[in-house]
């Protein structure tokens, strides 16, 4: 197959072309490292900014949504530890979270000293949700580009459960693990629009019912949460404008007691759906459903391209695999 020369983008993703040396034209656009490096201080600045407002205006300063991977774990220590701020940590149990993700999650919070939240939505909606999403589309062709559909549904009832959190609990800040490839340096510190969240809500909320029934509408805002806007919080995704380097992250959080699954693949750290959303993504649309965010992390420095290769051509765990189709009861 081929792939661009700088990055790891393959012929298959959407949209794209290459020049007569063999560049995408994702990395034509990319404006460099200095004018990364210009727009990261911007926005820390204007992160540290943001906390002289909302520091110490209530019980929590911000939410961490906490899988128990490396770069949440990374996130909550950065906000717990270095910038003091008083954190509740949200977990959403998906039905796969890895056990060693679960040790992971209690040995860290009790070790820095923050309080945490467990939601574990009824199973069997889920089930019906990643269910459909093996066969059929549920989102716009848009959102393939950057996360296979399965992933969509979790993290899009993640957003809407803890943004449900955050308004009830008047807690200013909402912080997301995101890996720099994840969270564009420019959304990466964001007031959350009521009225822009209301649309995108339908966009996930009405397929999702469609598939599990009007049950699904508890995970979701009312409409009395959107009528009190300025309860809304800000959104934050401090990796995108601190420095990233995953073998530093891994280093810190080890000191934390945090351990490495080993029954995840190689792009996650918790989640043992991970194989097999990868595995159907592939086979639906021809390219892996990581490349995007990896591509991102290859252009900008903070990965090599060796490594990202690595990544995208994983196979996934067999084990993995099979286990989560045991679970959902796909043969």
């Known amino acids: ?89 949200l977990v959403l149990d998906n039905g796969f979270i890895s056990e060693q993700s679960f040790a992971n999650i209690r040995t860290v919070t009790e070790t820095i000293g923050v309080d945490s939240l467990i939601f574990k939505p009824d199973f069997s909606l889920l089930k019906k949700i990643f269910r459909h999403s093996v066969e059929n589309p549920m989102y716009s062709p848009k959102t393939l580009e950057r996360a296979s559909t399965m992933c969509t549904s979790c993290i899009g009832l993640v957003k809407f459960i803890f943004l449900k959190v955050a308004i009830e609990k008047k807690i200013p800040l909402m912080a997301w693990g995101w890996s720099p490839g994840q969270a564009p340096i420019r959304s990466s510190i964001m007031k959350i ?17 469609d598939i599990a029934g009007e049950e699904i ?19 934050v995704s401090p990796l995108a404008f601190m420095e990233y380097d995953e073998h530093k992250i891994v280093a810190k959080i080890r000191e934390l007691g945090w351990r490495s699954p080993k029954d995840v693949d190689k792009n996650s750290t918790n989640c043992l759906l991970n194989s097999f959303a990868n595995h159907v993504h592939i086979d639906k649309y021809g390219f892996h459903p990581y490349a995007f965010e990896i591509a991102e992390m290859v252009r900008s420095g903070v990965m090599s391209r060796e490594l990202g290769l690595e990544k995208i051509n994983e196979p996934g765990i067999n084990a993995t695999v099979e286990y989560a189709k045991k679970k959902l009861e796909i043969t």
């Open 193 to 209: 629009n009521a009225a822009l969240f209301k649309t995108t809500q339908e966009v996930l909320r009405k397929p999702m019912a």
């Open 1 to 89: 197959m081929r792939r661009c020369t700088n990055c790891v983008l393959p012929e298959t993703f959407p949209g794209i072309k290459f020049n007569e040396n063999g560049v995408c034209n994702y990395c034509l656009k990319f404006k460099g490292n200095e004018k990364l490096k210009e727009e990261k201080e911007t926005y820390f600045n204007k992160f540290k900014e943001l906390l002289e407002q909302v520091k110490g205006k209530g019980e929590y300063d911000c939410t961490v949504s906490y899988s128990g991977g490396k770069d949440s774990t990374y996130t909550l220590y950065v906000l717990k530890e270095i910038f003091k701020l008083k954190v509740l940590a």
């Open 217 to 235: 509408n508890r995970y979701f805002l009312s409409e009395d949460h959107f009528k009190n806007k300025e309860a809304f919080p800000y959104n």
